[in-house]
């Protein structure tokens, strides 16, 4: 671990629950030789960023997984906070407010997804760079959507289709401006200005644009197929120095 200033330190902190519902122990679940959390919990200690990285979680079998790569886990999740209705936001501010009341003090916090399999280490380090820069209160990783939203359908109960936004039906797509969704990979945080606003999202949020080849959520059976096929095939990429993204 890296030793920032008293008045820099950072913490990584990976929240991983143990009560998926589609998913059984999905934060454990094996990908390609390991538990799955682990390529988030190796990227966390290979950055040689954080001065503490923290697993967040309600699961015995979570904290005794984590404990082998040596990672802190110094207190259960709360079950309000281990629920299905329970956020992110909740989450960091229970950790942060309990580091706090107990004298650990963070400047920075890097919150990074338990699943984030495709996360590379350069990613966390310029997009925390870019934080600081630019004095950002947050930077959230973002990726473009393929097909415009402005014409998206909706299916009503009955099977039948209509248009969200009619008057674009007849607008090619190459004049509509980009649109971007939440990647779900990782974020930091400006701790002070997080504690105060209690929010992830403000005035001061940033974003990193990743490519859409390096985001995947996985909540079901088949987001897990297909992270293990789109793995599969980076690493032949890769392999035959096909690889063209940074």
């Known amino acids: 671990m890296k030793k920032n200033r008293k008045e820099d330190k950072i913490i990584a902190i990976i929240p991983a629950r143990g009560g998926s519902k589609r998913i ?27 001065d503490k990285v923290l697993v967040s979680t309600d699961s015995k079998k979570i904290i005794k997984t984590v404990k082998k790569k040596k990672i802190d886990t110094p207190f259960l999740r709360s079950k309000k906070n281990s629920s299905d209705s329970a956020t992110i936001r909740d989450v960091l501010l229970e950790v ?19 699943t984030s399999v495709f996360l590379k ?17 947050t930077i959230i990783t973002v990726s473009k959507f393929q097909n415009t939203i402005l014409k998206s359908f909706e ?30 990979q990782f974020f930091w945080i400006d701790i002070d200005s997080f504690l105060k606003s209690k929010k992830i999202i403000g005035k001061k949020t940033g974003s990193v ?31 035959n120095n096909l690889w063209k993204i940074n």
Do not use: W
């Open 209 to 239: 644009i990743l490519p859409n080849i390096l985001c995947h959520d996985i909540n079901t059976y088949e987001d897990l197929d297909q992270a293990r096929f789109k793995y599969s095939y980076l690493k032949s990429l890769k392999k």
């Open 155 to 184: 299916i009503n109960k009955n099977g039948m289709v209509k248009m969200n936004y009619p008057k674009y039906m007849n607008k090619m797509s190459q004049y509509f401006k980009d649109y971007y969704f939440d990647s779900g």
């Open 121 to 137: 280490k350069n990613q966390v380090l310029k997009s925390f760079k870019k934080l600081k820069k630019n004095k950002l209160d």
């Open 24 to 50: 059984k122990n999905k934060n454990l679940i094996n990908f390609f030789g390991k538990p799955i959390i682990n390529y988030s919990l190796e990227l966390a200690i290979n950055s040689k960023i954080f």
């Open 96 to 114: 942060l407010n309990k580091l706090k009341r107990n004298n650990q003090n963070f400047k920075y916090c890097c919150c990074i997804y338990p």
